[in-house]
């Protein structure tokens, strides 16, 4: 590539060219990872050019936000997938169920009720992953690693829920590999093939770890604005 079309390459197609060559390192099939570009926090005007770069599949962490952003571009655009990232509240099930296809945060026994219940009711079926509170962490979501297990089997057993795999978001001050390891690791054991995880800041890293899902915001969009409140450690 010549050093000029280096430096037009978009932001979009320079974290697509790292999922490559993290693919290639890990000898896996790039069709097996799923960038799913997290536009929180951005309006329409920085996500329509992502869009015609042919990007369909994005995420947000707020219902409330992507119910003000997504319908109309949904409208616009064809082959458009929404999933949910952040924290769901059990009463936002119904919208949630409506809006994505993809919920990577079913952590307690409450929304995993609430969203077989909508489920059942709109005969649509998001695909679920169970997020694993891998670093212990007392601020945040997500089953702790011990009582994943069990949970897993409440979701299939108790809830007629389909849990397709696992989410985790490490501990920003520590080292992500021990963490997309144990990710990993429960997923396996409990018979998962999906795995989430995998920022902008260590996504080609998760691959090597199995991600098949990789959640990348500023790496595309460019620095937000504001904190989010997940990011300041809020859970909600
Ligand atoms: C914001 C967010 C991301 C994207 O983070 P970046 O560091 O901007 O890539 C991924 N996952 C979740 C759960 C998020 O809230």
Redesign the pocket.
């Given at each position: 590539m010549s050093r000029a079309a280096h430096l037009i390459e978009t932001p979009l197609a320079k974290v697509r060219d790292e999922i490559a060559r993290a693919c290639a390192e890990a000898r896996r099939d790039p069709a097996g990872v799923t960038l799913?570009a997290?536009s929180?926090t951005f309006g329409t005007e920085a996500i329509e050019p992502v869009i015609a770069a042919g990007q369909r599949i994005f995420?947000e962490?707020r219902v409330q936000e992507a119910k003000t952003k997504w319908p109309a571009l949904k409208q616009r655009h064809g082959g458009i997938e929404l999933h949910l990232?952040?924290a769901l509240q059990s009463n936002k099930a119904k919208e949630a169920v409506a809006l994505f296809d993809a919920i990577?945060?079913v952590d307690r026994a409450s929304l995993a009720e609430a969203l077989a219940k909508e489920i059942a009711k709109q005969g649509r079926a998001p695909t679920l992953f169970v997020e694993v509170n891998t670093g212990g962490e007392a601020q945040k979501a997500g089953v702790l690693p011990e009582e994943t297990d069990a949970f897993i089997a409440a979701c299939r057993e108790r809830y007629g829920l389909t849990i397709a795999g696992l989410?985790c978001?490490p501990p920003v001050d520590e080292p992500p590999a021990p963490h997309f390891a144990l990710t990993a690791k429960i997923a396996r054991r409990n018979g998962l093939s999906l795995l989430?995880m995998g920022?902008?800041?260590d996504?080609p890293l998760a691959i090597a770890f199995g991600a098949t899902h990789v959640?990348?915001?500023?790496?595309?969009?460019g620095e937000?604005a504001r904190p989010?409140r997940?990011?300041l450690g809020h859970t909600l």
């Open positions: 799913v997290v929180k995420g962490n990232v952040g990577h945060s989410m978001l989430s920022m902008s800041a996504f959640r990348v915001g500023t790496a595309i969009f937000r989010t997940q990011e």
